[in-house]
């Protein structure tokens, strides 16, 4: 079966400070890769997405970058954290153009402070 | 590029009773819609989705309904428990290459006990 890790769950960080947020995926191969922000009492807003090692579409201009350095690992990063990056971060994955790819399966999340 | 709107942000209800949220969308070409669940700290999970080739689907206490020719879709949940709380979101897979699903914003469901 396949299952999705994220980490960490939880992060306090200052104004300015690098960011680095990994997620792996396991039992699975070439799946894409998304990364999602839900600000606090607000829906899902796509950030990044990857069909591919290497291939990152941004959805929203902003300080974060995504990075896939292998098929099964998604990395969200920023060099310098602003207070409006704070929310929850959510990593997830699909099976792509694979019958039932549609199907999003979703991290448990990482809960970002910026103070 | 697709547009979801979901109703309503907020709905309380009490144990047993049946409750109802409803999304619409833009893009008449789109032809997936989940029906994703987020309880407190976690992340969503998906319960229900339909094609557009169905106009309803059933799973135990919960369906969902599809309109193709109004652009909309409902999520039902009958006879519900406190466990039901939870967000609900929608979601669309935009077409024209994109492959990505938009999401409504969520509604928030209380099941009072």
């Known amino acids: 079966s396949q299952t999705i890790h994220q980490w960490p769950a939880t992060l306090v960080q200052p104004v300015g400070s690098p960011l680095s947020l990994e997620c792996t995926v396991e039992?699975?191969?070439?799946?894409?890769l998304y990364w999602y922000r839900q600000a606090a009492g607000r829906g899902l807003q796509l950030l990044f997405y990857?069909?591919?090692?290497?291939?990152i579409s941004s959805e929203v201009p902003q300080n974060l970058s995504a990075s896939r350095p292998q098929d099964r690992q998604f990395i969200l990063s920023s060099k310098k954290l602003l207070l409006s990056d704070s929310g929850f971060y959510l990593c997830?994955?699909?099976?792509?153009?694979?019958?039932?790819?549609?199907?999003?399966?979703f991290g448990s999340g990482t809960q970002l402070s910026v103070l | 590029g697709e547009n979801v709107e979901q109703h309503p942000s907020t709905l309380s209800v009490q144990e047993g009773d049946s409750a109802v949220i409803k999304c619409t969308y833009s893009d008449s070409a789109s032809n997936y819609f989940p029906w994703y669940k987020q309880e407190l700290g976690k992340g969503p999970q998906l319960i229900i989705d339909i094609r557009s080739n169905v106009g309803e689907k059933k799973d135990q206490r919960i369906a969902v309904t599809l309109n193709k020719t109004a652009k909309h879709f409902s999520l039902h949940i009958t006879e519900t428990q406190p466990e039901d709380s939870a967000v609900y979101f929608c979601a669309v897979l935009g077409r024209g290459g994109s492959e990505k699903l938009v999401f409504g914003k969520g509604t928030k469901l209380t099941v009072n006990p």
């Open positions: 990857s069909v591919g090692i290497g291939q």
């Open positions: 039992g699975t191969s070439n799946p894409n």
């Open positions: 997830a994955w699909s099976r792509g153009r694979a019958v039932g790819g549609e199907k999003l399966f």
